[in-house]
């Protein structure tokens, strides 16, 4: 090719451009996304998949939709600023648990807040603009954003392979009507149909082709490859535990009772709690799946925790904890979830 060209290696590896182009360069193109607590310790950019494990009640699927209200509000809406991105969402539930009255809810909030740090209360502001003006303001914000929120629902893996493959033409029609494109891509949750996949009576199709869960996963991850190729976008993908609260545990203690039962009780309830803790966070998915993945954070809920009190509010909150699985970063961080947004602990 260098020959072909007229160029030699040596000017083909010519540098063209100093450190600070390459970095403003890539920047421009990929910007670096802001997310709402604790997925804003880790640089997310366009084409990342991230995978947000955790237990039920850990807050994962709240994550999701406060990432999804950042997404789709504007950064700003006649000139009042709300710091969203001003995107598109494509939100494929799995589990059937996504609840869209939740997905209002926060959106109504943001939308409040933006408009009272805009225009905080006071006497000016309320002679100048009545109240079914700015209420129709909040209405007219809230239909515009929702038209961003794309919403898929499959009970299969075939139905989910077949959206993948929709994805391409349903960002190019959102595209020309809204004039902007699908940016971030969610999943909840990948592991929905896992025991359904590894069933044994798994069927053999008319080529040959074994449908395993293996074969499955394989053609998921393709397809994600293949649209990120296309259109690079930013993928939250939710992973809940195979195994109930002390399935493995049980199964373990039982076949070893009596080397349990020499211990105190107290030592075997912290062994137990052990090894459920460990139990839920195997890894079942394929190494297919692995390899996509390119960030991983665990979730966790602190059901030894009373709860959180907030200053302003006298309601209770749960307390959570994440941890950055990949990349590393050694600390873990409390965090609650409210209706206007995620709140450290510090």
């Not at 997310?44 to 009640?57: Q, Y």
Request: charged share 25%; aromatic share 10%.
């Amino acid at each position: 090719m260098a020959g072909e060209t007229g160029y030699g290696p040596r000017e083909w590896l010519a540098v063209d451009e100093t450190a600070a182009a390459f970095l403003s360069r890539s920047l421009s193109t990929r910007p670096p996304i802001l997310l709402p607590p604790p997925l804003h310790r880790a640089p997310l950019r366009p084409g990342n998949v991230v995978e947000i494990a955790g237990p039920s009640n850990s807050g994962k699927s709240q994550l999701l939709l406060m990432a999804a209200v950042q997404c789709i509000l504007p950064k700003e809406w006649e000139g009042v600023y709300f710091g969203g991105l001003g995107k598109a969402v494509m939100y494929i539930d799995l589990d059937c648990r996504f609840d869209v009255l939740r997905l209002a809810h926060i959106l109504r909030k943001r939308i409040m807040q933006g408009c009272g740090s805009a225009h905080p209360a006071s006497e000016e502001f309320e002679k100048d603009v009545s109240k079914d003006k700015s209420y129709s303001f909040q209405d007219t914000l809230f239909s515009d954003c929702m038209k961003h929120f794309l919403y898929v629902r499959c009970y299969n893996s075939s139905e989910l392979i077949a959206a993948l493959k929709s994805l391409n033409s349903q960002s190019e029609a959102r595209g020309k009507v809204l004039g902007i494109g699908i940016y971030f891509l969610m999943l909840d949750s990948i592991g929905a149909f896992y025991w359904i996949d590894r069933a044994p009576q798994s069927t053999t199709e008319s080529k040959g082709n074994v449908i395993s869960f293996q074969s499955i996963t394989e053609n998921v991850v393709q397809e994600i490859r293949k649209f990120l190729h296309l259109q690079p976008v930013l993928v939250l993908v939710t992973k809940a535990p195979i195994y109930g609260d002390g399935i493995t545990a049980s199964n373990d203690f039982q076949r070893g009772s009596s080397k349990y039962m020499l211990e105190d009780s107290t030592a075997s309830r912290y062994s137990k709690r052990e090894e459920e803790r460990n139990g839920s966070y195997r890894e079942y998915m394929p190494s297919a799946w692995q390899t996509l993945v390119t960030h991983r954070i665990k979730l966790q809920d602190l059901e030894q925790e009373s709860g959180f009190s907030s200053e302003q509010d006298s309601e209770v909150l749960s307390v959570h904890t994440s941890e950055w699985l990949h990349p590393s970063l050694n600390t873990k961080e409390k965090f609650y979830i409210k209706d206007d947004g995620v709140g450290l602990i510090q």
